[in-house]
């Protein structure tokens, strides 16, 4: 059974930083590319980052490249994200996903003020 919980999440203001861990359980986590998503109040679920089965290759959606960076574990299965130069438009429940398996974890919130 997939199982993926997200955490790290909080409050911070306009500028800060905040680090998001997955946990992932279930599969064989070194065999699957991992993503980071995340949904505003009001707005549908976007992609944030993506990473590659051993990490070698990353891509991030225009509106967090150079202030977000995704990273993995895979000894200890899990993804990363860590998130600077937060902007309230950041503002989100953040959840993470193994490309080609169904299946979201619970998210984390994580909320920006200005």
């Known amino acids: 059974q997939v199982q993926l919980v997200e955490s790290g999440g909080g409050l911070v203001q306009a500028g800060g930083s905040l680090r998001l861990s997955c946990a992932a359980s279930g599969f064989t986590f070194s065999s699957y590319a991992m993503r980071w998503y995340r949904q505003a109040p009001g707005k549908e679920r976007e992609w944030v980052a993506f990473i590659s089965l051993l990490g070698s290759g990353t891509s991030y959606a225009d509106s967090v490249k150079g202030r977000f960076t995704i990273s993995r574990d895979n000894a200890k299965n899990t993804v990363y994200l860590q998130m600077n130069s937060l902007k309230p438009e950041d503002t989100a429940v953040y959840y993470c996903?193994?490309?080609?398996?169904?299946?979201w974890g619970q998210g984390t919130q994580v909320t920006v003020s200005s």
């Open positions: 996903n193994a490309v080609g398996i169904g299946g």
